[in-house]
């Protein structure tokens, strides 16, 4: 079966880096587009970045634009968030899920970021 499991995340103080990973398996991971996708405590899910299938090309919410860099391995079935110069506004469970067509059909159970000094 089809499963996504997100690592990486943890307590970092502002302006500082964290790199998040998502492991797939159970699905031609090279075959998908792939997103990270945020929660903060108390607001609704915010996307965060995408990625074709083949890696080509990417595309980023305004608030994290220049700072955050997704990536991806097909090779290792892993997706990949790296978080540069991260702010207390960056504190959020961060999913990753697997598009199928113009729908999020699987998510992972996400991880953790905190932004605090």
């Known amino acids: 079966q089809v499963q996504l499991v997100e690592s990486g995340g943890g307590l970092v103080q502002p302006g500082g880096s964290l790199r998040l990973s998502c492991a797939a398996s159970g699905f031609t991971f090279s075959s998908f587009y792939m997103s990270w996708v945020r929660q903060a405590p108390g607001k609704g899910l915010e996307w965060v970045s995408s990625?074709?299938?083949?890696?080509?090309?990417?595309d980023y919410a305004d608030s994290v634009k220049g700072r955050f860099t997704i990536s991806r391995d097909n090779a290792k079935n892993t997706l990949y968030l790296q978080m540069n110069s991260l702010k207390s506004e960056d504190t959020a469970v961060y999913y990753c899920a697997k598009a199928d067509g113009f729908a999020y059909d699987y998510w992972g159970q996400g991880t953790q970021v905190t932004v605090s000094s």
């Open positions: 990625i074709y299938s083949d890696g080509s090309n990417t």
